[in-house]
């Protein structure tokens, strides 16, 4: 099976996206890990399907997959290369489309600019809707992780993600708590693990350990979960530029049952064929 595909980051956070409306597509975990790996396939940290909406009113259905060939809820950064293929690839000439994903409806909004923006929906917090095992909804948690307790936040943007503060990036234990946390037991479901410096009240700097890609160049829900847990935690104000290894995000958040807005670019590296 020849299968035509388009390679695109996010600040570095990259993905194979294909077209699930004009070709046919019933990919097996296994293929879509092929498809991922870096030495014998395309390689990505995500696999993103766009398809056709199964709700009215919406404009496509939108399907991710980490590179181990898992399915996902929700990819912040993705989601602005979606919409940017979409238009690209003449699927629609709107420049502001509504996508169905595994957890609900999102928005992204091809700016003039090139940037998109994308209205992330609402975050959440309590601990059933993460999912993370835990008695009372409280802005920090106490997390054991090797011979450390860990303050962490959890936060759901569509997918789980904990967030703790630390004096750098650069000397944060990415590699080595990473892991740990991912597959934590009071995360039934696995969690994206977040290392956040604050640099002032409008900017931080974030490294992302996310489930089943490992640490990316940048995540767009993991910058707008750090950001909310800043907010929360009283360390941020609205707008906060989030500096990643791959570049900056913008993230907006008034409170509440606001939505977040996440603003930055997505970028078309090339397109090809690859056999299955």
């Not at 590179?67 to 003449?90: L, M, Y």
């Not at 944060?172 to 708590?177: K, N, R």
């Not at 509440?256 to 064929?273: D, I, K, Q, S, W």
Request: glycine share 12%.
């Amino acid at each position: 099976m020849k299968l035509k595909f388009s390679k695109m980051h996010g600040l570095g956070n990259d993905f194979i996206v294909l077209d699930g409306i004009r070709q046919s597509l019933a990919l097996t975990p296994e293929q879509l890990y092929y498809l991922g790996d870096r030495h014998f396939g395309v390689g990505c940290d995500q696999i993103l399907l766009v398809e056709k909406a199964t709700q009215a009113g919406v404009d496509f259905r939108y399907r991710i997959f980490n590179a181990d060939g898992g399915e996902v809820e929700q990819c912040g950064n993705g989601a602005r290369c979606f919409v940017r293929f979409v238009h690209d690839q003449g699927l629609t000439d709107k420049r502001e489309i509504r996508v169905e994903t595994m957890k609900g409806l999102i928005t992204p909004r091809l700016e003039g600019d090139g940037n998109v923006t994308v209205d992330m929906g609402t975050p959440r917090f309590l601990p059933a809707e993460i999912p993370f095992l835990a008695d009372d909804d409280v802005i920090v948690h106490m997390l054991d992780v090797a011979d450390e307790t860990l303050e962490t936040s959890v936060v759901s943007m569509g997918n789980p993600h904990a967030v703790q503060v630390v004096g750098s990036v650069d000397t944060a234990p990415v590699g080595e708590h990473g892991p740990l946390i991912e597959k934590h037991p009071r995360f039934p479901q696995r969690v994206n693990a977040g290392f956040m410096q604050i640099v002032d009240r409008h900017a931080i700097k974030l490294r992302v350990y996310e489930r089943g890609a490992g640490e990316t160049m940048a995540c767009g829900t993991g910058a707008c979960a750090a950001v909310v847990a800043g907010i929360r935690r009283g360390l941020l104000d609205s707008p906060v530029r989030v500096t990643t290894r791959g570049g900056d995000l913008n993230i907006a958040w008034g409170g509440g049952e606001r939505p977040v807005l996440m603003t930055g670019p997505a970028v078309t590296v090339f397109t090809g064929e690859i056999e299955l």
